[in-house]
């Protein structure tokens, strides 16, 4: 294969030091998951931050596996990844959890019980291999093959638990893998013991329950478990797709429970050879353009089935180059996996792509660049071009889009199948542990349908069983409006006479919701530049509008972001823009545009400053905060984090808004941009509603809380937070009431009523929520395909003196106020208002928007 002599990608590894700088070693791809470890386990210390008004939050981390092990240079530990760290947030002698609002119905759920003895003593062995065996598989059959000697075991690549004590504390044995030849000798050493409703019983049920999943004669892949005997085949567009499972096993209220979850894996058929063959036939500069189809991307390795993370290309390495082997010999690429996998690579010059250890094997000490064949992996998931192609996501959807019947058949399917297999039976046997064959049932209450208030002084409507309102702009007027005096309409010479009607038809859409609409000035766009574009929008802005629209013949990022960074940083003047097809009918009846004129009517409104809806708020004097962050976004080494806060003044009917963004390089501590910005939202509250007024309750919904973040928002963010709002009231006679609930969207558990989604103002709190926790979840939204998601809440720190159920009934009249959709949402208004910010700024902006924009809605 020829490839261009230059690149600026250009690297050589060998010699590549970190950015600490350490060296970096190229590896080959089987040490991947089998790095270099540090037998040191890093033992989290519980560690605690105390406010005032609140009792401490304590963070309570499991003991590692192998605490008090030996140190070794290899077969190192795996810590804790089978149990999320426990964040007690819970503070003793709380209050009840549960509410009591709303119609009391009975909920089946994705989860299982899970019995066991619990007053079983378990051992913990520290294993070490010598000479080092990398890997891990090895290890595991190594292990397997002293069977008799150690009867009912569970190991997880590092540390060995047994159901019944060894008789030495301490012994050393000959081992050998009767497949591969493999032979070492085994150090094993008591390290520790407990009884099996311990932290430490809980991770060896995890480790459990994915040995039951192994024994399935499941594919691997990442963390979960998927069926390739079962996979779905999308002929038509070159896809396959893998029907899978997400467990896990954890502690809840009374009971332990395993959750588990139906997931699915889009495979594609392409190895990134072929993808590196199609680019090669494209014009421009080959190791550019490769360098920028491949970087990001997931590829799923054939040999080993493990995924990986592409993060560059190195095309001064091929299959032909020579490594060293942990043993010191040096072998080619070609040889490694024609030795060790039986693979022979066809061509032997295609450039290497180069992974990076994930933050887990960071962990377990591996800081090495591993190195993968272009011809040995294959392209997973879906690219951004796919996602454009609607007959192909509808393909997708309708096979991973599981309704709630089909959902739950799938889950028995799932349970019966671990019953009945011999392997999985052996399995939960030997360690007296059963799998209850029933979904668990849960207690769930319907709080009341929220009254949406229009304009006009008319009552409420109710928002509907589906919680959705976009009829009710027939008959109502907006809550309040701004007129939309001075405006202009960009638009191309031949979208001129679509746009013309489309406008007409908003006119008097608008006018029928109380929106008064004047006759725009029209820039025709010359050409399809992005210096036409851009030239038309300073034009408009010359003449003093307040807001310009721009419709643009298809999808361009590059031309919507020089849009946005125009009139929002130079000009301060809020934009919408709409593509050609939205705004032109089907068949020339413009009036079949009357939907859609609706919602971009209700947009301009918003973004002029005008309240379309409200819901009767029973808290006043009070500031409602919505933050989130945004990490993929054009700039890779950057995270922009958005607050949005709704603020609601004593005996005001409606709210005003407020919002800041920043960026910040990815990785870096959040804690003084959120509590920064809380102050300067408190000090606008000020500022615009009189001297020394403060909000008597500020509620904050932190959204974007991934897994293992929690302990950094509780002793960090918090702490941050309360100190500045401490300052900031220290003279004053009654300080701020603060509550922190954390948000988090992407949870495993699901709830079927019967055998459909519950409605909107579902709520469970009790036996599948978590002991340490002020928490529950919400089902706030209805869906029209497959299974609807209920979101979790965690209420971290809580001052206002509200109860849980008022709480909750507040959360859900949050999730009403989003006006870009006329209905509920699974979050808060304002955390889908901080993530479109967020989402905008990271994308296009990349700074904050002129002072003028930010009690505007600018961002819909």
Same mark, same amino acid.
């Given at each position: 294969m020829e490839r261009d002599k230059k690149s600026s990608h250009k690297r050589k590894y060998d010699e590549s030091t970190d950015e600490n700088g350490n060296a970096k070693r190229k590896l080959p791809p089987i040490e991947s998951g089998e790095c270099s470890r540090s037998s040191s386990s890093a033992s989290s210390s519980p560690s605690s931050s105390s406010f005032a008004g609140r009792p401490a939050v304590k963070v309570e981390a499991v003991p590692s596996s192998d605490a008090g092990g030996p140190e070794r240079k290899r077969s190192g530990p795996r810590g804790n990844r089978y149990l999320p760290e426990v964040v007690v947030t819970r503070p003793p002698n709380a209050p009840t959890k549960q509410g009591s609002s709303g119609q009391l119905v009975k909920l089946s759920t994705n989860y299982f019980r899970l019995t066991r003895n619990s007053d079983k003593t378990i051992f913990q062995y520290c294993v070490e291999f010598v000479p080092a065996v990398e890997d891990v598989r090895q290890r595991y059959a190594l292990i397997r093959a002293q069977g008799a000697l150690f009867g009912p075991q569970i190991f997880d690549g590092a540390t060995l638990f047994l159901y019944n004590k060894l008789k030495r504390d301490e012994l050393t044995m000959e081992a050998k893998d009767a497949r591969s030849g493999v032979q070492c000798q085994l150090h094993i050493r008591l390290v520790g013991s407990a009884d099996m409703s311990s932290e430490k019983?809980?991770?060896?049920?995890?480790?459990?329950q994915r040995k039951a999943m192994r024994s399935l004669e499941l594919l691997q892949l990442g963390r979960h478990f998927f069926d390739p005997l079962a996979k779905i085949a999308?002929?038509? #567009?070159?896809?396959? +797709?893998?029907?899978?499972?997400?467990? *896990?096993?954890?502690?809840?209220?009374?009971?332990?429970?395993?959750? /588990?979850?139906?997931?699915?894996?889009?495979?594609?058929?392409?190895?990134?050879?072929?993808?590196?063959?199609?680019?090669?036939?494209?014009?421009?500069?080959?190791?550019?353009? #490769?360098?920028?189809? +491949?970087?990001?991307?997931?590829?799923? *390795?054939?040999?080993?089935?493990?995924?990986?993370?592409?993060?560059? /290309?190195?095309?001064?390495?091929?299959?032909?180059?020579?490594?060293?082997?942990?043993?010191?010999?040096?072998?080619?690429?070609?040889?490694?996996?024609?030795?060790r996998y039986n693979v022979r690579i066809r061509d032997p010059q295609q450039p290497m792509l180069v992974t990076a250890p994930s933050a887990r094997q960071k962990r377990q000490g591996c800081n090495n660049l591993l190195l993968l064949v272009p011809e040995l992996s294959r392209m997973t998931g879906i690219t951004e071009e796919m996602r454009k192609d609607f007959h192909l996501m509808r393909s997708i959807a309708d096979q991973t889009r599981l309704r709630p019947d089909k959902r739950l058949e799938r889950l028995a399917a799932f349970n019966q199948r671990l019953q009945n297999t011999p392997a999985t039976r052996e399995v939960f046997g030997f360690w007296k542990t059963e799998l209850d064959r029933r979904l668990l049932e849960v207690p769930g209450r319907i709080l009341e349908q929220e009254l949406i208030v229009f304009g006009q002084d008319r009552p409420g409507i109710a928002a509907g069983r589906k919680a959705e309102w976009n009829q009710a702009f027939r008959n109502n007027h907006m809550q309040s409006s701004v007129e939309l005096r001075r405006w202009a309409v960009l638009v191309e010479g031949s979208g001129s006479h679509a746009a013309y009607d489309f406008v007409r038809l908003m006119m008097d859409v608008g006018n029928g919701m109380g929106f008064r609409i004047s006759e725009p000035h029209y820039y025709y766009v010359r050409g399809n530049s992005l210096g036409s574009y851009t030239e038309a929008v300073t034009e408009a802005a010359m003449k003093d509008?307040?807001?310009?629209?721009?419709?643009?013949?298809n999808d361009r990022a590059d031309r919507y972001s020089a849009i946005k960074k125009q009139s929002c940083l130079q000009y301060g003047i809020p934009t919408q823009v709409l593509k050609q097809r939205t705004i032109t009918p089907r068949g020339g009846n413009v009036r079949s545009l009357m939907s859609v004129a609706t919602k971009v009517a209700v947009q301009l409104n918003c973004k002029l400053g005008g309240i379309?809806?409200?819901?009767?708020?029973?808290?006043?004097?009070?500031m409602v905060i919505g933050f989130d962050v945004c990490t993929k976004g054009t700039d890779k080494s950057k995270t922009s984090a958005a607050l949005v806060a709704t603020m609601y003044a004593p005996g005001s009917k409606q709210p005003s808004y407020f919002s800041v963004v920043e960026q910040r390089n990815k990785g870096e501590v959040l804690s003084d941009a959120i509590s920064i910005n809380v102050l300067k939202a408190l000090r606008t509250y000020e500022h615009r509603y009189g001297a020394g007024q403060f909000p008597r309750r500020i509620i904050l919904y932190r959204a974007g809380v991934g897994d293992g973040q929690l302990a950094n928002v509780v002793e960090h963010e918090l702490l941050a937070i309360k100190q500045n709002l401490d300052m900031a009231c220290a003279k004053r006679e009654k300080p701020v009431q603060l509550t922190v609930i954390v948000v988090t969207?992407?949870?495993?558990?699901?709830?079927?009523?019967?055998?459909?989604?519950?409605?909107?103002?579902?709520?469970?709190?009790?036996?599948i929520t978590l002991p340490e926790r002020t928490?529950?979840?919400?089902?706030?939204?209805?869906?029209?395909?497959?299974?609807?998601?209920?979101?979790?809440?965690?209420?971290?720190?809580?001052?206002?003196?509200?109860?849980?159920?008022?709480?909750?009934?507040?959360t859900y009249k949050q999730t009403h106020l989003y006006y870009n959709w006329s209905g509920t949402l699974a979050v808060p208004a304002v955390?889908?208002?901080?993530?479109k910010l967020a989402h905008l700024t990271a994308n296009s902006l990349h700074q904050q928007s002129d002072g003028k924009l930010d009690h505007l809605l600018y961002y819909l």
């Amino acid at each position: 294969m020829e490839r261009d002599k230059k690149s600026s990608h250009k690297r050589k590894y060998d010699e590549s030091t970190d950015e600490n700088g350490n060296a970096k070693r190229k590896l080959p791809p089987i040490e991947s998951g089998e790095c270099s470890r540090s037998s040191s386990s890093a033992s989290s210390s519980p560690s605690s931050s105390s406010f005032a008004g609140r009792p401490a939050v304590k963070v309570e981390a499991v003991p590692s596996s192998d605490a008090g092990g030996p140190e070794r240079k290899r077969s190192g530990p795996r810590g804790n990844r089978y149990l999320p760290e426990v964040v007690v947030t819970r503070p003793p002698n709380a209050p009840t959890k549960q509410g009591s609002s709303g119609q009391l119905v009975k909920l089946s759920t994705n989860y299982f019980r899970l019995t066991r003895n619990s007053d079983k003593t378990i051992f913990q062995y520290c294993v070490e291999f010598v000479p080092a065996v990398e890997d891990v598989r090895q290890r595991y059959a190594l292990i397997r093959a002293q069977g008799a000697l150690f009867g009912p075991q569970i190991f997880d690549g590092a540390t060995l638990f047994l159901y019944n004590k060894l008789k030495r504390d301490e012994l050393t044995m000959e081992a050998k893998d009767a497949r591969s030849g493999v032979q070492c000798q085994l150090h094993i050493r008591l390290v520790g013991s407990a009884d099996m409703s311990s932290e430490k019983g809980l991770m060896v049920l995890n480790l459990l329950q994915r040995k039951a999943m192994r024994s399935l004669e499941l594919l691997q892949l990442g963390r979960h478990f998927f069926d390739p005997l079962a996979k779905i085949a999308v002929p038509q #567009f070159g896809l396959e +797709i893998y029907p899978g499972y997400i467990t *896990s096993v954890r502690q809840h209220e009374q009971e332990v429970m395993m959750c /588990v979850e139906i997931t699915h894996r889009v495979m594609r058929r392409d190895t990134c050879y072929q993808l590196m063959s199609s680019v090669q036939r494209q014009p421009g500069p080959f190791r550019e353009n #490769f360098h920028r189809a +491949i970087v990001g991307a997931i590829v799923m *390795s054939t040999y080993n089935q493990k995924t990986y993370r592409i993060v560059d /290309v190195d095309f001064s390495t091929t299959p032909s180059s020579s490594f060293t082997k942990a043993d010191g010999t040096s072998i080619t690429f070609m040889e490694y996996f024609q030795t060790r996998y039986n693979v022979r690579i066809r061509d032997p010059q295609q450039p290497m792509l180069v992974t990076a250890p994930s933050a887990r094997q960071k962990r377990q000490g591996c800081n090495n660049l591993l190195l993968l064949v272009p011809e040995l992996s294959r392209m997973t998931g879906i690219t951004e071009e796919m996602r454009k192609d609607f007959h192909l996501m509808r393909s997708i959807a309708d096979q991973t889009r599981l309704r709630p019947d089909k959902r739950l058949e799938r889950l028995a399917a799932f349970n019966q199948r671990l019953q009945n297999t011999p392997a999985t039976r052996e399995v939960f046997g030997f360690w007296k542990t059963e799998l209850d064959r029933r979904l668990l049932e849960v207690p769930g209450r319907i709080l009341e349908q929220e009254l949406i208030v229009f304009g006009q002084d008319r009552p409420g409507i109710a928002a509907g069983r589906k919680a959705e309102w976009n009829q009710a702009f027939r008959n109502n007027h907006m809550q309040s409006s701004v007129e939309l005096r001075r405006w202009a309409v960009l638009v191309e010479g031949s979208g001129s006479h679509a746009a013309y009607d489309f406008v007409r038809l908003m006119m008097d859409v608008g006018n029928g919701m109380g929106f008064r609409i004047s006759e725009p000035h029209y820039y025709y766009v010359r050409g399809n530049s992005l210096g036409s574009y851009t030239e038309a929008v300073t034009e408009a802005a010359m003449k003093d509008v307040q807001l310009i629209t721009i419709i643009v013949p298809n999808d361009r990022a590059d031309r919507y972001s020089a849009i946005k960074k125009q009139s929002c940083l130079q000009y301060g003047i809020p934009t919408q823009v709409l593509k050609q097809r939205t705004i032109t009918p089907r068949g020339g009846n413009v009036r079949s545009l009357m939907s859609v004129a609706t919602k971009v009517a209700v947009q301009l409104n918003c973004k002029l400053g005008g309240i379309p809806w409200t819901v009767k708020n029973p808290l006043q004097s009070v500031m409602v905060i919505g933050f989130d962050v945004c990490t993929k976004g054009t700039d890779k080494s950057k995270t922009s984090a958005a607050l949005v806060a709704t603020m609601y003044a004593p005996g005001s009917k409606q709210p005003s808004y407020f919002s800041v963004v920043e960026q910040r390089n990815k990785g870096e501590v959040l804690s003084d941009a959120i509590s920064i910005n809380v102050l300067k939202a408190l000090r606008t509250y000020e500022h615009r509603y009189g001297a020394g007024q403060f909000p008597r309750r500020i509620i904050l919904y932190r959204a974007g809380v991934g897994d293992g973040q929690l302990a950094n928002v509780v002793e960090h963010e918090l702490l941050a937070i309360k100190q500045n709002l401490d300052m900031a009231c220290a003279k004053r006679e009654k300080p701020v009431q603060l509550t922190v609930i954390v948000v988090t969207k992407r949870v495993n558990t699901r709830l079927f009523l019967g055998r459909d989604n519950p409605p909107p103002g579902t709520v469970v709190d009790d036996k599948i929520t978590l002991p340490e926790r002020t928490d529950f979840f919400l089902v706030s939204q209805s869906v029209m395909q497959g299974s609807v998601s209920p979101t979790a809440y965690n209420v971290i720190y809580d001052e206002s003196g509200l109860t849980i159920d008022q709480l909750q009934v507040y959360t859900y009249k949050q999730t009403h106020l989003y006006y870009n959709w006329s209905g509920t949402l699974a979050v808060p208004a304002v955390c889908q208002y901080a993530q479109k910010l967020a989402h905008l700024t990271a994308n296009s902006l990349h700074q904050q928007s002129d002072g003028k924009l930010d009690h505007l809605l600018y961002y819909l």
